[in-house]
């Protein structure tokens, strides 16, 4: 009966959102975090055929062995670090889309007082005093409480629902929260 209420009382001043998570907003939101201006994922592809190129060119020019062996050398583990931290992102990601899906339906609410969330496990209220700063991509509103991985609450902008519309959980959210700051 009290959920029944809950979920039938208007909502004054508050932005509501149901979404189930998915593995983009994930990988989204790590990559907004990151503050990277490249996309995270193609890194290991531009270093592996940067790696590729200038061993073809020391081969093609009859470079000395020992030339070779060294571009090798030094080239070769900046890739493997970089396909290392891919695959890291690769696991975190899947790591943190398994741990939000077993939580099941999200239902979000943006308000004054905060950011309150429901699972089918737990209920919450964020304050927004426990927030440092916001983050807006296209298809997400990342607010930031800390630097550790879940230290995050998203909100995913397809989740809006009951007419919401973008606007509006943006106005709640700056009226509350400062956007990230530069990092120039």
Same mark, same amino acid.
């Given at each position: $009966? #009290?959920? #029944? #209420?809950? #979920? =039938? !009382?208007?909502? =004054?001043g508050g932005v509501e959102l149901?979404?189930?998570?998915? @593995? !983009?907003d994930m990988a989204e939101a790590l990559h907004a975090r990151s503050g990277s201006p490249a996309p995270w994922w193609r890194l290991p592809l531009i270093a592996g055929l940067i790696t590729a190129a200038v061993l073809v060119v020391l /081969? $093609?020019?009859a470079a000395p062995k020992g030339v070779t062996v060294l571009v090798a !050398? &030094? +080239?070769?583990?900046? /890739?493997?670090?970089? &396909?290392?931290g891919w695959v890291n992102q690769l696991y975190r990601v899947r790591q943190m889309t398994r741990y939000a899906r077993s939580q099941g339906e999200y239902t979000m609410r943006a308000d004054d007082d905060g950011i309150h969330a429901a699972t089918a496990l737990v209920e919450l209220t964020i304050p927004w005093a426990s927030f440092r700063h916001y983050i807006e991509t296209a298809s997400l509103f990342i607010l930031v409480i800390d630097d550790?991985?879940?230290? $995050? !609450? +998203? /909100?995913?902008? @397809?989740?809006?629902r009951d007419g919401a519309d973008i606007d509006g959980i943006r106005a709640v959210v700056s009226r509350h929260l400062a956007p990230r700051p530069s990092s120039g």
């Open positions: $009966m #009290e959920n #029944e #209420e809950r #979920e =039938s !009382a208007p909502i =004054s149901a979404y189930l998570p998915t @593995r !983009a /081969l $093609m020019l !050398a &030094v +080239l070769c583990p900046v /890739l493997g670090s970089l &396909v290392g550790t991985v879940g230290g $995050m !609450a +998203l /909100l995913p902008k @397809r989740g809006l």
